[in-house]
C-alpha cells in the first residue's frame, strides 16, 4: 500500500465500508489523534473506532463527491445516504491530515439537525 495520504485515507474509508474496525484503527495516529465534527469529538483513536462501529448501523452507502489534496491534508466532498426514522442524504466535508503515514486529525462539517432531534448534546470522550 502507498504511504501517500490520500491512499491512506481511503484504506481507512474502505476499511470503515466494509465494517472491519481492527483494520480501519491501524490508519489512525496511536498519539496526538483528535476528531472533531458537530456531534462528536475524540482524542483517542479507540473511543473514535468504538463509535464509528456503534454509528455505522444508520450509514447505508456514502458518495465521494470531490477530493482535494495538499500535501498531508485531504479534503473530501462527501454525500451520506443514512437512515435513521427515515431515509436522508447528508452532504458533509471532511477534512483528513496525515502525518508519518497514519491518520493524525479528522475534522468533519455538516448539518447537523437531523441528528440533534434523536441525541441530545455532542459526544465529547
Request: glycine letters at 4%.
Given at each position: 500500500?502507498?504511504a501517500?495520504?490520500?491512499?491512506?485515507?481511503?484504506?481507512?474509508?474502505?476499511?470503515?465500508?466494509?465494517?472491519?474496525?481492527?483494520?480501519?484503527?491501524?490508519?489512525?495516529?496511536d498519539?496526538?489523534?483528535?476528531?472533531r465534527s458537530p456531534?462528536a469529538?475524540f482524542?483517542?483513536?479507540?473511543?473514535f473506532?468504538?463509535?464509528?462501529?456503534?454509528?455505522?448501523?444508520?450509514?447505508?452507502?456514502?458518495?465521494?463527491?470531490k477530493?482535494?489534496?495538499?500535501?498531508?491534508d485531504?479534503?473530501?466532498?462527501?454525500?451520506?445516504?443514512?437512515?435513521?426514522?427515515?431515509?436522508?442524504?447528508?452532504d458533509?466535508?471532511?477534512?483528513?491530515?496525515?502525518?508519518?503515514?497514519?491518520?493524525l486529525?479528522?475534522?468533519?462539517?455538516?448539518?447537523?439537525?437531523?441528528?440533534r432531534?434523536?441525541?441530545?448534546g455532542?459526544?465529547?470522550?
Amino acid at each position: 500500500m502507498s504511504a501517500d495520504p490520500l491512499s491512506i485515507v481511503e484504506a481507512f474509508f474502505a476499511a470503515r465500508d466494509a465494517f472491519d474496525f481492527e483494520r480501519a484503527r491501524a490508519f489512525l495516529a496511536d498519539q496526538g489523534f483528535s476528531f472533531r465534527s458537530p456531534i462528536a469529538e475524540f482524542d483517542c483513536a479507540d473511543h473514535f473506532i468504538q463509535y464509528n462501529a456503534h454509528a455505522s448501523g444508520i450509514i447505508q452507502s456514502v458518495q465521494i463527491r470531490k477530493v482535494f489534496v495538499d500535501g498531508p491534508d485531504v479534503c473530501h466532498f462527501l454525500t451520506y445516504r443514512i437512515q435513521i426514522s427515515e431515509k436522508l442524504s447528508v452532504d458533509a466535508v471532511q477534512w483528513t491530515h496525515v502525518e508519518r503515514g497514519r491518520i493524525l486529525r479528522i475534522e468533519a462539517l455538516f448539518d447537523a439537525s437531523v441528528y440533534r432531534e434523536f441525541f441530545t448534546g455532542p459526544v465529547i470522550v
